[in-house]
T-cell receptor, first 110, second 109 residues
Framework: EAQVTQNPRYLITVTGKKLTVTCSQN?????MSWYRQDPGLGLRQIYY???????DKGDVPEGYKVSRKEKRNFPLILESPSPNQTSLYFC?????????FGPGTRLTVL | RKEVEQDPGPFNVPEGATVAFNCTYS??????FFWYRQDCRKEPKLLMS???SGNEDGRFTAQLNRASQYISLLIRDSKLSDSATYLC??????????FGKGTRLSVIA
């Protein structure tokens, strides 16, 4: 089944404790991206990657890092999470038409 | 700042009604457009692409008006299951995708 998977789906952590949210797709898509979604602000792109070893900042990259060592994986790294990074995070992948989204990761930073 | 703007709604319509949403975009370089549907606390799912010539899929019709820089989504014969938030997005090549904040639709029995 073609899909985008994210882990964990839910995470509660504390300020400053490094965390990684994994994203994997099995569709051989070149393009992958990360979004955060907050009430009243909609979906905002954090980082995107056009291909392996190619990453670019989206609209809200501060406080996040990504890597793209393999085509299928695109982890999102929060080196020192802060409460303003509490949000719902979506990973997505695509080739050409539209994007396929993962199920989301709900992150709470205390 | 290049933006995609949508009326947040909510649009409350009775079953069987026809409802239309518009989405305006400010980046004239945008090349491709899409409508997504998002149910509460779920991921967005691609509903349809939007072409200048119009795109129809069953009860759903999407159109692009480049001259006026807006895209539209028309839903005919609304069903209860159409209740969701509808997001539009513009893509101008290698720049970050910009999503609208969504329009909430509630179809009422």
């Amino acid at each position: 089944e073609a899909q985008v998977t994210q882990n964990p789906r839910y995470l509660i952590t504390v300020t400053g404790k490094k965390l990684t949210v994994t994203c994997s797709q099995n569709m051989n898509h070149e393009y992958m991206s990360w979004y955060r979604q907050d009430p009243g602000l909609g979906l905002r792109q954090i980082y995107y990657s056009m291909n392996v070893e190619v990453t670019d900042k989206g609209d809200v990259p501060e406080g996040y890092k990504v890597s793209r060592k393999e085509k299928r994986n695109f982890p999102l790294i929060l080196e020192s999470p802060s409460p303003n990074q509490t949000s719902l995070y979506f990973c997505a992948s695509s080739v050409g038409v539209g994007q396929f989204f993962g199920p989301g990761t709900r992150l709470t930073v205390l | 700042r290049k933006e995609v703007e949508q009326d947040p709604g909510p649009f409350n319509v009775p079953e069987g009604a026809t409802v239309a949403f518009n989405c305006t975009y400010s980046n004239s370089a945008s090349q491709s457009f899409f409508w997504y549907r998002q149910d509460c606390r779920k991921e967005p799912k691609l509903l349809m692409s939007v072409y200048s010539s119009g795109n129809e899929d069953g009860r759903f019709t999407a159109q692009l008006n480049r001259a006026s820089q807006y895209i539209s989504l028309l839903i005919r014969d609304s069903k209860l299951s159409d209740s969701a938030t509808y997001l539009c997005v513009g893509n101008s090549g290698n720049t970050p995708l910009v999503f609208g904040k969504g329009t909430r639709l509630s179809v009422i029995a």
